[in-house]
């Protein structure tokens, strides 16, 4: 199975500070991207796709490398209530309609006073 | 807009027991998914139903695990005999289309003792 690996953490970061995660997928043809955050006993949520020209919502931004097969995000100006897991997805497109996404493990983050 | 509802919400159960989940997913969305969070781990995909059919059933244990979506609105989905390893949280998720985001609903966490 194609596999999507992230460096589980935990980051602990002070509030205000730029924090960064990247993420690695394994298969080349994979055709979207996406980080999806969970909070403690809660349900994923997506918190943005990722597009090849790199992409910025507010203080979260989002960049893909194909080359490399690699996925960023940046967080500036962290929040308390930025403290959450965040996952990085990656959707294989493998065709008939399958669409499941693929979950890496997931990087806990957390944002200290 | 209502979100996708799941229940039961928690459930316990003893190895070799059977359980079943069920899935209601927001209006109108023709793609519905189910993943499997072991505690620390990212969502797996289980199967991926598209209105009433079966689209990848590819990580599904079949022996003991089956899916259905009869209606092509609400599913089910069943496990006969449990195991210990199945402990973990069941999500269930829908899209509009399969190009679409996938909202996933709050899950239902399984203990199998």
């Known amino acids: 199975r194609k596999e999507v690996e992230q460096d589980p953490g935990p980051f602990n970061v002070p509030e205000g500070a730029t924090v960064a995660f990247n993420c690695t997928y394994s298969?080349?043809?994979?055709?979207?991207f996406f980080w999806y955050r969970q909070d403690c006993r809660k349900e994923p949520k997506l918190l943005m796709s990722?597009?090849?020209s790199g992409n910025e919502d507010g203080r979260f931004t989002a960049q893909l490398n194909r080359a490399s097969q690699y996925i960023s995000l940046l967080i500036r100006d962290s929040k308390l209530s930025d403290s959450a897991t965040y996952l990085c997805?990656?959707?294989?497109?493998?065709?008939?309609?399958?669409?499941?996404?693929?979950f890496g493990k997931g990087t806990h983050l957390i944002i200290q006073p | 807009e209502a979100g996708v509802a799941q229940s039961p919400r928690y459930k316990i159960i003893e190895k070799r027991q059977s359980v079943a989940f069920w899935c209601n997913p927001i209006?109108?969305?023709?793609?519905l998914y189910w993943y499997q969070q072991i505690l620390g781990q990212g969502p797996k995909l289980l199967i991926q139903?598209?209105?009433?059919?079966?689209?990848?059933d590819s990580q599904l244990p079949k022996d003991r695990f089956s899916a259905e979506r009869l209606k092509g609105v609400d599913s089910t989905l069943k496990i006969q005999p449990a195991k210990l390893e199945d402990s973990a949280v069941y999500l269930c998720?829908?899209?509009?289309?399969?190009?679409?985001?996938?909202?996933f609903g709050p899950g239902t966490r399984l203990t199998v003792l």
């Open positions: 998720a829908s899209s509009y289309t399969r190009w679409d985001t996938q909202y």
């Open positions: 298969n080349s043809a994979s055709q979207s």
């Open positions: 990722v597009y090849s």
């Open positions: 997805v990656v959707n294989h497109g493998e065709g008939g309609g399958a669409d499941g996404l693929t």
């Open positions: 209006s109108g969305h023709a793609t």
């Open positions: 139903f598209q209105n009433n059919g079966v689209v990848d």
